[in-house]
Structures are given as structure tokens and as C-alpha cells.
């Protein structure tokens, strides 16, 4: 356990920059848990369809075309958190913003920090990725592949995993059976995985929802597994979201 409390960004080293979110199992909550812990001017939005966000970031929330995303935001002025995104025809979501656009935002708006989710797993909590995920801003900073310990002891299936058939493929297991800490470990490390389309960018993952021993155990596992598969990353985050200090470990190479 990490007995030296750690913010949540020190540990992700995210000081400022275009910073997108991939995977499942917690993304919108460790991108809202960054713009919590960080003071100054940051944006958040998305490049995919993505729930509207709660009541907190709704102060400053623009949800235009993308053609007019650019000149609102750019004429904001002063610190906080701004949300933005493009319409959407369902209720209750909006749809995501070209990465261009949120790259020119950035820019032109003086942000110093601008928070991305980059994909879609519709609430599972892990996932395999089709060809053309995840949707990243190519100026990002950094990028943080999610996953959920939560998975680990589970069957894959789609109760589980959003696209299992995918995931299957990655990480080399059949379907229905349980998803082991070796699985997550393969699934960090695979460039068909976690770190697809994450080609010269810095990437740290992160293992959320570990809210107990076992848990624990089983991320360490995975972290450590991860690290021996690629030399992408020097690190893994442990955390529990849901914990005012939510880093629960670091493990390193």
C-alpha cells in the first residue's frame, strides 16, 4: 500500500497538456477527479458520445456545432472548469468534438489543462478495442489506458467486458471463462489493447476500483505482469476513484 499520500495528478504526471482517457472502468470519474484535484483554467470534454456531465460541471457547459465550439470557448475568460461538446439525439448525452477542434481550443484559450475521454465502454469495466478506437487528440500530452479490478475473477463476457469477441482476441482467452490478473497484465501491454493507436505518446495506465486486499493483490499482479510485457511505461497507478485520496499504489519498473 502507498503509505505516502500522492496526488492523484503527481502520480499520473499530468501538470498541464491535452490529457485523454481510453479503456473502461472509470474514465469520466478519474478525468473528474483531476479537474477536482487541479486549480486554473482546464477544459473537459470528449471525442466520442459520452453521458452529460454532472451538475458541478454544468456552470460553464457549451454543447454547440463544432464549427462554433472554437469562438465560444476561446472568448472565456478566467479559471474553472468548462465542458464542452456537440449535440446529440439522445437524451441526456452529447456527442463528441473533432480532435482539431479541441486541439485549436487548447491553444487559442489559454487552457493549461484540457481533460479528454477517448473512447466508449458502456459502463463495463474493461474492454477490447475495435480498429479505429481509441478517437485521441494527436497533440495529447498523455495518455491514461483505464481497466477495473473489479473484472479480475469475472467471465468475459458482455456483462463484463464491452466487446468481449475483441478482448478475447487480445489477451488470448475464451470466452465465459474468468479474467485473470495475467489477462489485465496482456491487455496493458498489447499494442493491439491498451496502447493502441498510442504511438509516440506517453502513456501511464491506471487499475481502478481497488477498494480491498484482494483487489490489491491482483492489481499489483497485473501492474507488475504489465510492465514486463513492454517498456512503453515505467509505471501503473493504482486507484479507488471513489476515495478523497485516491491513489492506492504505484508500481514501478
Known amino acids: 500500500m502507498n503509505h505516502d499520500p500522492q496526488s492523484l495528478a503527481a502520480a499520473l504526471g499530468v501538470s498541464g497538456g491535452i490529457i485523454c482517457a481510453t479503456g473502461a472502468g472509470g474514465k469520466k470519474s478519474l478525468l473528474y477527479a483531476l479537474a477536482d484535484e487541479r486549480g486554473g483554467r ?4 470528449s471525442t466520442t458520445f459520452t453521458l452529460m456531465p454532472p451538475q458541478r460541471y454544468r456552470k460553464h457547459l457549451w454543447i454547440e456545432a463544432d464549427a462554433d ?11 474553472g472548469v468548462f465542458t464542452y461538446g456537440t449535440p446529440s439525439d439522445k437524451r441526456g448525452r ?11 481550443i487548447h491553444r487559442v484559450g489559454g487552457y493549461d489543462l484540457t ?5 466508449g465502454a458502456r459502463m463495463r ?13 494527436p497533440e495529447a500530452t498523455r495518455v491514461l489506458p483505464i481497466v477495473s479490478a473489479a473484472v479480475i475473477g469475472q467471465p468475459l463476457n458482455e456483462d463484463t467486458a464491452h466487446r468481449p469477441e475483441i478482448l478475447a482476441t487480445v489477451i488470448g482467452a ?18 493491439q489493447g491498451a496502447l493502441q493507436g498510442t504511438a509516440g505518446h506517453s502513456v501511464i495506465p491506471v487499475i481502478n476500483q481497488v477498494d480491498n486486499d484482494e483487489r490489491l493483490q491482483q492489481a499489483r499482479a497485473a501492474a507488475r505482469g504489465a510492465l514486463q510485457q513492454t517498456d512503453r511505461f515505467d509505471r501503473v497507478v493504482l486507484t479507488c476513484l471513489r476515495r478523497a485520496q485516491p491513489v492506492v499504489d504505484i508500481i514501478e519498473r
Not at 125 to 137: C, F, Q, S, T
Not at 174 to 191: F, Q
Request: glycine share 6%; charged share 15%; no cysteine.
Open 115 to 119: 481533460l479528454v475521454k477517448a473512447d
Open 42 to 45: 482546464i477544459a473537459l470534454t
Open 94 to 104: 452529447m456527442a463528441g468534438v473533432a480532435p482539431h477542434t479541441i486541439t485549436a
Open 125 to 137: 469495466g474493461i474492454k477490447g478495442p475495435r480498429a479505429d478506437e481509441p478517437a485521441l487528440v
Open 69 to 79: 465550439l472554437h469562438d465560444a470557448l476561446i472568448q472565456t475568460r478566467g479559471a
Open 174 to 191: 475464451a470466452l465465459h471463462t474468468p479474467i485473470s490478473a495475467a489477462h489485465v497484465a496482456t491487455l496493458l501491454a498489447s499494442e
